[in-house]
């Protein structure tokens, strides 16, 4: 764990983030999770009521809400968990998550009930057990390293971790999914990223939701992978009062070029426990979309997806700016005008 962060409702009481302890939100924190590192403390603005970093990380008594459709596993890991620690869902590609512990906890993750105190490490026979399903599956061609936060772990198990998949002929592509530059920017030191550095393409998943999280000090974290020749590319939660505006999505997704890192997913997020005040409706989604294309340099574009409940799979559920009516494509552009497409397409 990094140091300096608040892991506790009385030490986020001290630090003044919190008025009081109440039975209710001793209640939210004995089932999920909280930590808040240095990084993110300091970026809280005490005096706005609805901080959109604060709402991400600081514990409130709607998390007791539980809407009937909410669900303890939203996108179905345990369907397709192929032995303990490795997700097998698509083909070409699975998830593996050698730890279960974050440097801070999202009060939306989609995964809050899997991650977090008391969950463990994936034990040294559990890793071996994974490493030998992907030499025995050749259609592996990426390993996704998520979690938890993988770059918690330390370099050393990290890079073997990296070494064995670099002896996997048929694994080419490592993924790593992460919010570790963003909320503890001071463990992308250069050791951590030698222990990435191997024979095959790692690529970084930023998990970031609002621009204010990329300071001067993630900003710099980012630069250090992408000047290794660590490609980096982004995924975005879209939550009720922290990026559900279009300006805040336009800063935000600038903020991440700006750093290098290519807008990649923008979630719609998912019906995890507790986390109703969270969640956008799907045509809000789109219209903020839509007010992104057109508007903002393609650069700037991320592709709007939701998980299926239940693990069947990721969507884009993008707008959608093509339509064929008896024979004749229509098409709509950024300023709402619409088009007939000649014959020929
Ligand atoms: C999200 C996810 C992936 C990766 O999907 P991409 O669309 O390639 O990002 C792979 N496996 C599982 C189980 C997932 O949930
Ligand atoms: S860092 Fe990711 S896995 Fe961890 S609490 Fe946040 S959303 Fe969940």
Known sequence: MPGNTLHSLDELVTAGLTPDVTPELR????????????????????????????AQFIPSIEENRVAAEELSDP?????????????????????????????????????REQVGAGSETMKPEELRAAFDYIRAHEEIWEVILSGGDPLLLSDRRLAEIIGELNDIPHVKIIRIHTRIPVVSPERVTPELITALRGAKPVYVLLHCNHARELTDA??????????????MLSQSVLLRGINDSAE????????????????HYLHHPD?????????????EGQALMRALRGHLSGLCQPTYILDIPGGNG?????????R??????????????????????
């Open 271 to 283: 019906l995890a426990r507790g986390t109703g005040h969270f969640r956008v409706p799907l045509a």
């Open 218 to 231: 993630a900003r710099a974290a980012c630069a250090r992978l992408v000047d290794a020749g660590i490609p």
């Open 324 to 345: 064929e009516e008896d024979g004749t494509w229509c098409v709509r552009n950024h300023k709402d005008e619409m088009f007939d497409l000649p014959d020929g397409f």
């Open 27 to 54: 209640e939210v924190a004995a089932q999920f999770s909280v930590a808040v590192t240095s990084a993110m403390v300091d970026l809280i603005d005490r005096d706005d009521a609805h901080d959109p970093i604060a």
């Open 248 to 263: 805040a999505l336009r800063d935000l997704m600038r903020a991440f070029v700006e750093c290098r890192v290519k807008p």
């Open 75 to 111: 996108i179905g890991d345990a369907r397709h968990e192929a032995v303990p620690g490795l997700i097998h869902r698509y083909p070409d590609r699975v998830l593996l998550k050698p730890l279960h512990a974050c440097a801070v906890y999202c009060r939306f993750c989609f995964r």
């Open 314 to 322: 990721k969507v884009p559920i993008s707008p959608v700016y093509a």
